[in-house]
């Protein structure tokens, strides 16, 4: 078991380094890095327990977050948080579920984009991702984390690029079996779910829907205008969930 455990650990750092999408792990790493480094992991003792943690991590959203009363302010600091918060997660859930669709959807994505190209896309969908959904509610004061503005719209990009890759998708209803779908069923299934969400979703903290939405609409309608035809049929060799954990609101 030990030696079959160390064997995939080796494949996969191999598969890593000799990956054209450098952008994506970067992205991946620095995400994590940035987590573990902040008071959400409860892995640095200096930030205290209980009320005091609390307390720390509310100040931490509202310092690199996205707080829409506050971002049309006129501001350096207010107008650079749509890009701050893209790295920064509220929860372990919270970017685990994000990093595995960065992984999943976004190797691929960049190395039909390149590398310069998919960093801007990504960072640039990202900030209007949140800026729509801050306009749309301009009178809330929740803070807003997360990557999933961005990934969201990597998703589009992605069903436009790749319609008929053939994506893993693991189904609450079906006790989570590994299901193979071609990516126009997964992918517009996925944004259903987050459209149906949105218009349920109750006022105060919880996930952003409606930056999930921006962001596929964004990334989906960027690609259909920058580039041609989709390419043919491939794999998707990972297995994502049924949806990502959103841009949340601690």
Known sequence: MISKWSASIIRAGRSVRGSS???????????CAVFLAGPASGLNPAYG??????????????RWGVI??????VSAGSALTPATALFVHGSWVHLLGN????????????????RVHFTLFYVGCGYLALLGYAVA????????????????????AFLYLFPRARVTSLLPF?????????????????????????????????V???????????GFGYASVRYGRPTG???VKAAPAPAPEGENQP
Do not use: K
């Open 208 to 218: 952003a829907y409606l930056a999930h939405l921006i962001g596929f609409g964004l």
């Open 21 to 31: 999408a450098p952008v994506t792990y970067a992205l991946i790493a620095l995400c």
């Open 49 to 62: 327990t209980g009320d005091e943690v609390l307390a720390v991590q509310r100040a931490y959203f509202r």
């Open 99 to 114: 990093m595995l669709f960065l992984y999943v959807f976004g190797a691929m994505a960049e190395e039909r984009m390149g």
């Open 174 to 206: 079906l006790f989570f079996l590994p299901v193979r779908f071609p990516a126009w069923v997964v992918l517009p299934f996925w944004a259903a779910l987050q459209w149906l969400a949105a218009g349920r979703a109750p006022d105060g903290p919880g």
């Open 233 to 235: 049929p491939t794999r």
């Open 137 to 156: 509610n301009a009178d809330s004061e929740q803070s807003l984390v997360g990557a999933s503005g961005a990934i969201s719209a990597v998703l589009g």
């Open 68 to 73: 829409p009363a506050e971002l049309f302010e």
